[in-house]
């Protein structure tokens, strides 16, 4: 009897200290490289000859949806195939990062001001509001969802 109590208890300890690791393994500095990298990807692959958007993909999770400011919502196929034909990313700033963590869910919001073309239209380069929410999947945080939230037009 007392084995198996030492064996359950150490079990429950385990478990609990397995939480807090992996609550704690994906830091602001890490999210933000996360991000940065990914919207690296997106970049790369408008400049690549043949439109290769799978380094984008490896970030995205099976279940990744996006929306978009103009209310267009995409899976994660869907996402790749826009990200090698219409979207043309030139360049990007990231600011304004803010986490909060629940488990194997982490959700950032930050600004993007870029320069990009989207459907061969000059976006502006405002800084505009965007969110990302992380999942842990096995050993790998992946982006599960992403909003592009543009501000309205007070006019």
């Given at each position: 009897m ?17 939480i ?19 919207l690296n ?13 799978a ?6 999770a ?29 360049s ?32 502006s380069n405002?800084p ?28």
């Amino acid at each position: 009897m007392k084995k198996f109590f030492l064996s359950c208890l150490t079990v429950a300890l385990i478990s609990i200290y397995s939480i807090a690791w992996a609550e704690a393994d994906l830091s602001l500095d890490d999210t933000q490289k996360l991000i940065n990298n990914w919207l690296n990807a997106a970049k790369e692959s408008n400049i690549t000859k043949d439109g290769n958007s799978a380094k984008y993909g490896d970030f995205l999770a099976p279940e990744f949806v996006i929306i978009h400011s103009d209310g267009m919502i995409r899976n994660k196929t869907q996402s790749m195939e826009y990200v090698k034909k219409d979207l043309h990313l030139k360049s990007f700033e990231l600011n304004n990062f803010k986490i909060t963590k629940s488990g194997d869910i982490i959700i950032v919001t930050y600004t993007n001001k870029a320069s990009e073309i989207i459907d061969n239209k000059h976006t502006s380069n405002e800084p505009k509001p965007r969110m990302t929410i992380l999942q842990k999947q096995g050993d790998r945080w992946l982006i599960l969802a992403h909003a592009d939230l543009d501000p309205l037009n007070n006019e």
